[in-house]
């Protein structure tokens, strides 16, 4: 019965609640966040893809919220010793691994980050293999032909999660050439979420390190 | 240095290794097997997706495999206690999810099987929620619009990797619909691998579940 | 003979006159507007997806109108019986519901709403389920990945009409794979309209009760 | 609660279940059949999309079942008094018209057929005027260009479901052509199901005359 | 040899050499109609889709040019008896249509022009069946299903020229469902230009009714 | 009225009619032929893309008609004294240019036929200039790329129809990217038709060369 | 004048000539093979894609052929100095690989092969990087995501010829992921051919190495 | 190991390093260069795509940088002697051409241009077949059908790099129509860039023509 669902809540208390910014007016996400934030648990609150006005509002209602990469904070949980390491190819890349590392840090993962490793200069990733190797999740973001998901998935042995972006131009297809590359990618095991998704990426790492 | 990928190898020695019998000669799979099994590892070695004539031959040649749904497996893992779920939607997407559950027997995982669970009838999947809650790891097979991964997504707290399947005729457009309908869900953390990709799964549950 | 065309015409001048906005100057929308109040007959007239400049000039020439959600109505139908209930998934699918339901409110419906009852938190729609059982008629609004109306359609029993919205970033593919999963849902007589077309799912459900 | 949707099980008892055939051996489609017609109930139950392996089968299992037009029909509903109109743009479309005039005999309607009146010889469907103004519902199933269901959908005032069909080559991109052309149909309030989706446009139908 | 090409030119000294405006800067226009202009022949010189700062600037230069529908056009040619006519589906394929009506003009056909006459209101299109059954040549111009052009093709015997347009949203996927629907037509004979591409048709009547 | 289409058949009395092959049995094409034969007229009727069985069983009903690249005619017009040519790129697009040639047959037109003239031996077309500038209209046929309709279009003056074909592999994308090239084209005033749709190119003709 | 086009032909007489079989009678291959060869050059003669009739048919009617990879071959050219290397990512590569080798082969070209190198072991490309230096020209082959050329085209400075394969299901859509992620390479200069084409590559690498 | 990859580097010293600079902060930009200038070589160090903050900044930084078609150039490449030609098609390519011919003679090439020479007047390529026959290499840059690489791949013998604009409106589908073109092009051996990247195609000229 839906008490099982009511249950399947009370075990999930200590879990992030996040509200997506766009499309909602100031007003709307400072009622949505008050919401949030008066249930009695202690998981953190995230508000993003925010605007200025959306900014102002929230943090006027509800003090305590730290801005970081465009999403606002509640709760920050506590450091967690696992190792995440979020992997991006190239500048272009930054924002959406801005958003999933922070979205990372919200959870208590302190994530490490390698940047500009695409896989035209191969020796770039190579140099962090022993980080790969010692990882607990990683995170590879990554536009254009999206294939640093494939190398850094032959390397890790832990869960690897790609991330297309929109970044490029022209045969980018505005990330979909990047998320086709990494669904059939010839790395066994590795899985994908949605285009520019540094949120989705960051839970999955959640999911795959519970506490 | 490139030590440090051998090295790597050195540290994955009892990982899986999987080949990919389509468009392979019998002799060329009896080859690949045999290069595979003559490491001195423990690992299990899988040929996936044979026909007859390359399980008769890979048999003759190495004996001691087990074939169960078009996978040949030669040292299957011995029993783990983590409890993996493979939910499908309909009998139209068993043989993915039947390809899964073999590379993930094969890796030591005896994985529960929720069949028939279509969100059309919701009750049907409303009545595994305690098994959904109580599991490591969760594969939801689906064709058609997929929407099964987003509601087990919304239940379970655990990783849920979801397997679009290339089932059904028209809109379903031989997978898509249900790729992209789980790569947009708005079920926070969840993943995706490529179409009918049975044995992406696998690995993913291996990757998020390490011993 | 085309007389039939005309006996028809006569059949149907008690139904709803709708004008589409965009792409006229507020010139032409008071001469059409005008036009089709000057029809000796007593159904609704619409002017629909406006904007300020069109607004003024309508209702400047032609007084009456209300304006609701980007819809001028003029001669609003009187109150009808049967229960018309207009779902969404998100917040971001309001704007689409919006103009659907003063669509159906011109018509003589007033119908319920059910908001923010994606599926995701499937506990939500599940507390609504009286309400869809003693529908007349549900118009399910969703973007992303659409699968609210395959879980709406596998309750009621009466039409169900599915609007995908554009709503949403990356894999959503502007309604694209909204639409692509209403049209493959697994419920069986569910049926969609356009992309983000809230006044096609109206006037559906005016089809389908007919006075 | 979950009762809830047990109780509106209750309320749907006299609807038709319906199996589809493909992928399912002939054993599966005895079993599925057998259980559904073990319910205490009336309503008719349909085995779709049938070979000929699956007919032998559950006809000598379960007598009394009749075939028509692909499909096994067990316990056909008796005459209704509603009149339901399928119409068809070529002979190719006539397998999927045939399908959705099957299951709405199941249903107990007994529809009309108006066939050939494809829109570049527009006298052909003017012809028909009385006919679709008379009706109840009207399922227009048409490939190529689609274009009929717009001209249909702007003469009846009825409920009208469009059915996109896979005939024709090149340019008809196997039904997705007329699929879009009827999805942006400028005839209001026309709905539209899948690709060759004739069962599924006599459930809507079903669902939009209720008893 | 090439002197064959020359010769060539020599014979169509007569038509129309027509300039496509955007991406050319003011001086850049000014130029190429200069030479256009040069010639010693007396057939039309069309500068098209030009914005404000071209028009100031070719016509400073230029002096004579004729601004309509965003095209300048020099040496406009004496009126021809033949009759063209120009047919739209809504108010939104107006701009398509009136750059076609403006080209034919510069051409000496004086296109007769039918608008408003969507297929959902099919008496529209029919109260206009003599003047199809007299013209030399039809052009259509329709978005959303396109499907006018079916309708039309059906009726006239002569060459019926096909645009889509990019009007429309959602399904209407910017002209491409309205140019599919095109192309599949069951019309037979009727063919199709690009998307919004007016000039092109007029260009294609020019060449079906040669001097 | 409707009176007017009926007078609209009696003008166009000896126009072509097509009957369109597959998905018809023999019976339904035999019937479908003995109808279009009984009328008295005198204008060529046709069977397209016939099978073996449809052969036998019409020419056995309907003695004296000619089978041409898999085309059954009928009643086959006298010669007419307009040049009409017909163009191909490759070997590969042969069929469809003999269909094409075979129902401008029927029509009374002895059509040229250029072959082997794809655009990356420019001089095979440029051989052909004379016969081009004669032309009273060209169809072009080609696949892969297309660009040979540019060229000829760029070339000759008359009516030129451009048919995509389904002739090639990979990019050629089964005829798409020759139509979205075609559609493109840079020589102003050429149509298109539907891939492989060497039937509606000869129509196309007819419409462009009335008695 | 078009002389100049003669002349140039003169220049190119010691090119390659190739045919490309599918689609052709055994009869037509050998007239245009045999038209081929009676021209007083030296230059290897094609024909490519072979079945086994066209192969008895050439070799009986022009003996002297070799059989390589479905390729016959002419006239083949004495060997080459240049170091030319072909890299493929997995077996089911090889069939395009192969046809690549057979015309470099034909062309004087001895090329080296590289075999089963895909980005997912990263060190099998790496163990590879003095050939990849040394190499004059390289064409990779590579289906699913293709990253295979990113990674060599940053360590080779010769010209690298991507070739996308239609290896591969589901998400590697026959090749068309491969292709956009070779379009979209971060690896500067590298360039792509069309699907499976390894004809075209092996052509590719004759104009980059002129004798 | 990886010491071959630093070898690498070393081989390759002289060679041009580009930043691309859509995305990047000003400061990024003075970064970036900074450290490729810094490093004891004497190649040519490229940024992109710049925009005026851009371009102050670096100007500012690092003096000596001269700035042409959107690309800052340091330590420009003495003359070469290999010819290189740039095709266009249209004006509306420049754009992109003039990207390719800056970086090509950052390279040292000084690149001839011919311009305005699209296939629909083809005396215009005619006209310029010595230079084509002269040449070491060819860039072709064309949008709308691309068919000008097609015949211009048929007249060089030299590598012919391709590369598709974004040029054009409606069916020209912003590049991608262009792009399919070029790669199904029936002129062996060209090969293909991504959409607008002349950068790319300037440095697979440098590949194909090594010091
Ligand atoms: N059934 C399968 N589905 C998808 N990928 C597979 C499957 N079986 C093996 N693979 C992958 O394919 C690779 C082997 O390809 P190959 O070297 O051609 O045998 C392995 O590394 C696996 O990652
Ligand atoms: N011919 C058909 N076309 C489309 N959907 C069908 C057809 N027959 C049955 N269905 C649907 O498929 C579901 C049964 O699927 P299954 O459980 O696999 O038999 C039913 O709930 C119906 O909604
Ligand atoms: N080979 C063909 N290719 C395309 N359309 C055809 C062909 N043959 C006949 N048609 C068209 O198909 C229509 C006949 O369809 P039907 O009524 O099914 O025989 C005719 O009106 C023709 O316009
Ligand atoms: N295996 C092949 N793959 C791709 N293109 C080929 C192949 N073989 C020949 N061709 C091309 O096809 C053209 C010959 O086509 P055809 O005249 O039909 O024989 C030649 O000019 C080659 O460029
Ligand atoms: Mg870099
Ligand atoms: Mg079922
Ligand atoms: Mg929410
Ligand atoms: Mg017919
Ligand atoms: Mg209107
Ligand atoms: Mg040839
Ligand atoms: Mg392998
Ligand atoms: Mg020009």
Redesign the interface.
């Known amino acids: 019965?839906?008490?099982?669902?009511?249950?399947?809540?009370a075990?999930?208390q200590d879990?992030v609640e996040?509200v997506?910014g766009?499309?909602?007016t100031p007003e709307?996400c400072v009622l949505v966040v008050g919401e949030l934030l008066s249930v009695p648990a202690d998981g953190p609150v995230l508000l993003t893809r925010v605007d200025d006005a959306q900014v102002a509002a929230v943090l006027d209602a509800h003090p305590g919220g730290e801005v970081v990469a465009g999403t606002v904070v509640w709760r920050r949980a506590s450091e967690r010793a696992e190792r995440v390491v979020v992997v991006t190819?190239?500048?272009?890349d930054l924002p959406v691994a801005d958003e999933c590392a922070a979205v990372l840090d919200a959870l208590g993962f302190r994530p490490r980050r390698i940047t500009d490793a695409?896989?035209?200069?191969?020796?770039r990733i190579?140099a962090e293999?022993?980080e790969l190797?010692a990882a607990d999740a990683v995170v590879v973001v990554a536009g254009?032909?999206?294939?640093l998901a494939?190398?850094v998935?032959?390397?890790a042995?832990?869960?690897?999660?790609a991330v297309p972006t929109?970044?490029?131009?022209?045969?980018?297809?505005e990330?979909?050439?990047?998320?086709?590359?990494?669904?059939?990618?010839?790395?066994?095991?590795?899985?994908?979420?949605?285009?520019?998704?540094g949120?989705?990426a960051?839970?999955?790492?959640?999911?795959?390190l519970?506490r």
Do not use: W
Not at 89 to 92: K, R, V
Not at 144 to 147: D, F, K, L, Q, V
Not at 202 to 208: D, I, S
């Open positions: 019965d839906v008490a099982r669902v009511d249950h399947h809540r075990l999930r879990q996040a997506y766009p499309g909602k709307q190819a190239g500048t272009a695409g896989v035209a200069g191969i020796h190579l293999v022993d190797l254009m032909e999206g294939a494939s190398v998935g032959g390397i042995a832990c869960p690897v999660v929109s970044v490029g131009y022209g045969a980018g297809l990330g979909v050439t990047a998320l086709l590359g990494m669904l059939a990618s010839c790395a066994a095991g590795i899985t994908v979420v949605g285009i520019d998704n949120f989705g960051a839970m999955a790492v959640a999911r795959a519970p």
